[in-house]
């Protein structure tokens, strides 16, 4: 398993009977976590100093209870970007702190390619992803299907002081305007892919990843530049495998592409790791 690195802004207090227990900033929250099937030392909602809780309904989704006042928006930073975060609906933030151990990876080969690159970032949601590309010199194509998340990622680009000209902002189903990138043949040295395990484009467009990933990672194949850098699958979706999305990757990109697969997960203060999905990644030229 990989774990995130270099944060001081965020860490997991402690986990269990399906929640964790984890400080923002200055914030503390409690969330539920479907991987967090194990005993909690002690309750975890007898811990002082919890601002919010996040509850679940028991006719689907949930809502926040706040123990203390939170400002509706505020900031917390790794390696000096910084990103906004919101309490929102179905116990979201706005930002997975695990996915730091990709913007990493993705950082060291953008600076180390000794060219210019462009990245392609679908389902980018609030775009922590394309902040880190930006900041290590790519520009970046950022899809989303939800307007309110793609203006997210460009305040996240002002926040974190970086030029707003390497970021390109698209409101539309991935899918689709891929299939318009290739027929415009556009082409991209390096694609992320960070998929919902559900989710409807702007359209309505359905998308559901077991049955659209192989298709979409084919799409994507096709709209590498020929020197390609690097892609990256992530899924949240418990029970798919890291070798099945290794496989995924193999089967959609071209011969020579160097494949790995792993967990991804946060270290956490009582000394567990706490797994929060896996991560395929190919990368061309031994890099």
């Given at each position: 398993m990989r774990i995130a690195p270099d944060w001081k802004d965020y860490s997991v207090i402690a986990t269990g009977d399906g929640e964790k227990l984890e400080r923002w900033g200055k914030?503390?929250?409690?969330?539920?976590?479907?991987?967090?099937?194990w005993r909690a030392a002690k309750p975890l909602r007898s811990y002082e100093g919890i601002d919010a809780v996040y509850e679940r309904s028991s006719s689907g989704g949930g809502r926040w209870i706040y123990r203390s006042e939170i400002p509706e928006e505020f900031t917390i930073g790794w390696r000096g970007l910084r990103f906004?975060?919101?309490?929102?609906?179905f116990k979201h933030t706005g930002l997975f702190p695990e996915q730091a151990v990709n913007w990493d990876r993705m950082s060291r080969l953008i600076r180390g390619a000794g060219r210019e690159i462009s990245v392609l970032n679908l389902f980018g949601y609030?775009?922590?992803?394309?902040?880190?590309?930006?900041a290590a010199g790519a520009h970046v194509c950022h899809v989303d299907g939800a307007k309110a998340m793609v203006e997210r990622a460009g305040e996240n680009v002002r926040l974190s002081?970086?030029?707003?000209?390497?970021?390109?902002?698209?409101?539309?189903d991935c899918f689709k305007f891929t299939q318009r990138e290739l027929r415009r043949g556009r082409k991209y040295d390096a694609v992320i892919l960070d998929p919902p395990s559900f989710g409807r484009g702007p359209g309505g467009e359905k998308w559901k990843i077991e049955e659209g990933i192989?298709?979409?990672a084919?799409?994507?194949?096709?709209?590498l530049s020929d020197e390609p850098l690097f892609v990256c699958l992530n899924s949240y979706t418990t029970g798919l495998q890291p070798g099945v999305m290794a496989n995924i990757l193999r089967l959609a990109l071209p011969r020579g592409a160097e494949?790995?697969?792993?967990?991804?997960?946060?270290?956490?203060?009582?000394?567990?790791?706490?797994?929060?999905?896996?991560t395929a990644f190919a990368t061309f030229g031994g890099k």
């Amino acid at each position: 398993m990989r774990i995130a690195p270099d944060w001081k802004d965020y860490s997991v207090i402690a986990t269990g009977d399906g929640e964790k227990l984890e400080r923002w900033g200055k914030y503390v929250l409690l969330r539920p976590d479907p991987q967090v099937i194990w005993r909690a030392a002690k309750p975890l909602r007898s811990y002082e100093g919890i601002d919010a809780v996040y509850e679940r309904s028991s006719s689907g989704g949930g809502r926040w209870i706040y123990r203390s006042e939170i400002p509706e928006e505020f900031t917390i930073g790794w390696r000096g970007l910084r990103f906004k975060l919101k309490l929102m609906g179905f116990k979201h933030t706005g930002l997975f702190p695990e996915q730091a151990v990709n913007w990493d990876r993705m950082s060291r080969l953008i600076r180390g390619a000794g060219r210019e690159i462009s990245v392609l970032n679908l389902f980018g949601y609030t775009g922590a992803a394309s902040v880190a590309c930006v900041a290590a010199g790519a520009h970046v194509c950022h899809v989303d299907g939800a307007k309110a998340m793609v203006e997210r990622a460009g305040e996240n680009v002002r926040l974190s002081g970086l030029d707003g000209s390497r970021m390109r902002y698209i409101v539309d189903d991935c899918f689709k305007f891929t299939q318009r990138e290739l027929r415009r043949g556009r082409k991209y040295d390096a694609v992320i892919l960070d998929p919902p395990s559900f989710g409807r484009g702007p359209g309505g467009e359905k998308w559901k990843i077991e049955e659209g990933i192989s298709d979409l990672a084919e799409l994507v194949a096709k709209v590498l530049s020929d020197e390609p850098l690097f892609v990256c699958l992530n899924s949240y979706t418990t029970g798919l495998q890291p070798g099945v999305m290794a496989n995924i990757l193999r089967l959609a990109l071209p011969r020579g592409a160097e494949i790995d697969s792993d967990e991804i997960g946060l270290a956490t203060e009582e000394g567990l790791v706490l797994p929060q999905g896996c991560t395929a990644f190919a990368t061309f030229g031994g890099k």
